[in-house]
């Protein structure tokens, strides 16, 4: 098969966030099938430009094999209205296809929907080469924006963003979630759910080192990476963060690694406060994300208390912590916690304070070998259920149904809890 992934935002190896669509190519790849991903010349996190040559409208180059097609668009700073603008014009860009020019057609069309203009676009793209379009539904809209964001579902964008995924969900040959319990919630905005197939996301073993001791240095460090937004309510962990001041965990260091809308605001908040215990360190890129997981002697992560942490949220970077080999504290109200099921670490109440100063102060007593035991059970729980390698075969098996190469129904109830 011939394979184009659009996705807006996503990553080659050498830049900082998620790279599911990378790994996923290059082991597509490896089993003989042709993979492209077109993703915006604009990188949202470090708001770098990525395109070499400045007088490019695109460029395509391979990482590890993977090509990819950057598009350019206009940059923009901070502020929804610049954003959105940005989203339109990758997506316009997409759609009139000059990018493509020379390049073997399509056999299927992928949209992921970090935004919903872009899976658009790529269904349009499907359209115009007579290909199936498979729709990856990365964030729940419009739910997001009524049920997290408090806008009235009334409200025109709002409605267009409605109308959009409705399209999208009628369109789609299959609807990937991430998410094992958020059947419900698609359905709820018209997805079939015969369409429906659970891929989470996962960890590519083949770039994630054996894990090793953690130093020994005097300090113990509990980590958090990823985005520095509302989602992650790292608020929360500065309060953790104050009731661990004293003399019984004065060698405790909290590290925070990463960027985001609200890092400033944390920033500001941990210096005025005098939370002291408290690192700030920018976003790393993909390659080199292993080395800051082998600096830390634990990982935290805490979610909000809301219905979207319950029913659709899919960490990441949970999994990351859990491959490297290392306790996890997870402050959770999700309907998922591998944590809890593979004995990788503590989990907590969401979004409470004292518990998760609690869980950091019982890990900080634990012998060397006690915390080596709890990532064990992490790293063993990852290759089980949530490695790559599995969850691309996974992947392929929805492509080759959707392109009628192969027979299943791929409903979401017939999907393996952990295949």
């Not at 010349?41 to 695109?58: G, K, P, Q, V, Y």
């Not at 989990?347 to 060397?368: C, K, N, V």
């Not at 059970?377 to 392929?396: N, P, T, V």
Request: net charge neutral.
């Amino acid at each position: 098969m011939n394979i184009w992934i659009i996705h807006h935002y996503a990553n080659a190896p050498d830049a900082p966030g998620d790279a599911r669509h990378f790994s996923h190519a290059r082991e597509l790849i490896r089993r003989g099938h042709q993979v492209r991903i077109v993703v915006c010349s604009f990188h949202h996190l470090t708001h770098e430009e990525m395109l070499a040559n400045s007088r490019n409208r695109w460029e395509s180059r391979e990482y590890d094999g993977v090509p990819f097609t950057w598009i350019r668009t206009r940059n923009y700073k901070e502020g929804a209205a610049a954003r959105i603008v940005n989203m339109i014009e990758f997506s316009l860009h997409v759609v009139w296809c000059k990018w493509a020019s020379g390049l073997d057609r399509p056999d299927i069309v992928m949209g992921s929907s970090p935004h919903p203009f872009a899976a658009l676009a790529a269904e349009r793209l499907a359209a115009h080469y007579k290909v199936p379009f498979v729709l990856e539904v990365r964030d729940a809209w419009p739910y997001v924006l009524t049920e997290v964001g408090g806008h009235s579902r009334f409200h025109p964008f709002v409605q267009l963003v409605d109308w959009t995924m409705r399209y999208l969900y009628s369109r789609a040959a299959r609807i990937v979630m991430f998410s094992k319990h958020s059947a419900q919630l698609l359905t709820g905005y018209g997805a079939d759910p015969r369409k429906i197939v659970w891929i989470p996301h996962g960890v590519d073993l083949a770039m994630s080192p054996e894990p090793r001791l953690a130093p020994e240095d005097g300090v113990f460090t509990v980590t958090y990476i990823g985005a520095h937004n509302q989602w992650n309510s790292l608020d929360t962990l500065l309060d953790a963060a104050k009731l661990l001041l004293g003399a019984e965990t004065k060698h405790v260091v909290i590290r925070l690694v990463g960027d985001g809308g609200l890092k400033q605001a944390l920033v500001t908040r941990a210096h005025e406060e005098n939370i002291g215990n408290v690192r700030f360190d920018g976003p790393v890129p993909k390659s080199a994300i292993h080395t800051v997981l082998h600096e830390s002697d634990a990982f935290i992560l805490n979610n909000r208390v809301d219905d979207a942490s319950r029913n659709w949220m899919s960490f990441n970077k949970l999994y990351e912590y859990m491959a490297a080999g290392r306790p996890v504290i997870f402050g959770s109200c999700a309907s998922d916690n591998p944590v809890e099921d593979a004995g990788a670490g503590l989990s907590t109440e969401a979004d409470d304070p004292r518990a998760l100063a609690d869980a950091i102060r019982f890990m900080a007593g634990r012998s060397p070998q006690e915390l080596a035991r709890f990532g064990e059970l992490g790293r063993r729980y990852i290759k089980e259920h949530y490695s790559i390698q599995m969850l691309a075969g996974r992947f392929e098996s929805l492509l080759l149904e959707a392109t009628g190469s192969s027979k299943s129904s791929g409903t979401a109830n017939e999907v393996p809890a952990h295949a």
